[in-house]
């Protein structure tokens, strides 16, 4: 569940607990506008970005795997084509939860009401190998200028799930 204090608008910080221990401090200016087992969709201010987080236990033993079996799941889910992909190497990290991070950048179309729509995003895996468990991230904006406005907010909630 989320937890409150007082309202985004006065500059808050919202948290939300994924799974035991796995906590994403959402930034100011940023709305939960879903929250489920262990995942969580959220917008930013200017509802022109958008970001899905998920974690819990790993489903495959090293982050290659866990990564590719994520994004494929969100392929599928979320209906995109023209997907082109470009994946970095993993890196390591030294959070609480996770020891490890790959970052997928990439481009798709996705169907909305008003016809096809190209959206730029990253997909970012987190991995410990020692607990097995993973997290998943999806940022994403309908244009390049969007999504880079909202990267730095963006990483600022992920290294809080570190």
Not at 27 to 52: C, H, K, M, Y
Not at 65 to 80: P, V, W
């Amino acid at each position: 569940m989320a937890s409150n204090t007082t309202s985004l608008a006065a500059g808050t910080t919202t948290t939300i607990n994924l799974v035991d221990g796995i906590n994403m401090a959402v930034v100011p200016g940023w709305t939960v506008i879903r929250q489920g087992d262990q995942s969580a969709d959220l917008v930013n201010g200017d509802e022109n970005a958008g970001l899905f987080v998920d974690a819990g236990r790993a489903n495959t033993s090293d982050i290659r795997q866990e990564s590719t079996m994520a994004i494929n799941q969100n392929i599928q889910s979320e209906g995109l084509t023209n997907v082109e992909q470009t994946p970095a190497q993993p890196q390591t990290v030294q959070g609480k939860n996770f020891q490890e991070i790959l970052e997928v950048d990439y481009t798709a179309d996705v169907q909305t009401d008003q016809g096809t729509m190209q959206v730029y995003g990253a997909w970012v895996t987190l991995y410990s190998a020692s607990t097995r468990q993973a997290g998943f991230i999806n940022l994403f904006a309908p244009s390049q200028d969007a999504f880079d406005a909202s990267l730095q907010e963006a990483a600022a909630m992920m290294v809080s799930m570190e």
